[in-house]
């Protein structure tokens, strides 16, 4: 099994920038593709970003592309999220979670699991 703690959300002003992490424990965090999801108040959970194994291919949702960059470390076994020129829109819990079916990373919630409790992100116009 594994668990992830997200870690970095806070209140900001528009235009501000947040580096979000997610630390995993086990041995195994380098087989597997990661994503980073959000949740705001009375919606569901939306994509974000999501990279593969060894970080080569990076996906992003088109409201957050050109602004936020998904990286990994593997030897630190963590994920990131850097999020420039924020927005009161990017509001919301942010997760991250594993993707169980592609090592090359997906955008559909319903491969990943293993959620993390999330943190939130708050951005104040």
């Known amino acids: 099994q594994v668990q992830l703690l997200e870690s970095g959300g806070e209140l900001v002003q528009t235009g501000d920038s947040l580096r979000l992490s997610c630390l995993a424990s086990?041995?195994?965090?380098?087989?597997?593709?990661m994503g980073w999801f959000r949740q705001a108040p009375g919606k569901e959970r939306e994509f974000v970003a999501a990279?593969?194994?060894?970080?080569?291919?990076?996906y992003y949702s088109d409201s957050v592309k050109g602004r936020f960059t998904i990286s990994r470390d593997n030897a630190k076994n963590t994920v990131f999220l850097q999020m420039n020129s924020l927005k009161p829109e990017d509001t919301a819990v942010y997760y991250c979670?594993?993707?169980?079916?592609?090592?090359?990373?997906?955008?559909?919630?319903?491969?990943?699991?293993?959620w993390g409790q999330g943190t939130q992100v708050t951005v104040s116009s």
């Open positions: 979670a594993v993707d169980f079916v592609y090592r090359s990373a997906s955008i559909s919630r319903g491969n990943y699991a293993y």
């Open positions: 086990g041995r195994t965090f380098s087989s597997y593709a």
């Open positions: 990279i593969s194994t060894n970080g080569g291919n990076t």
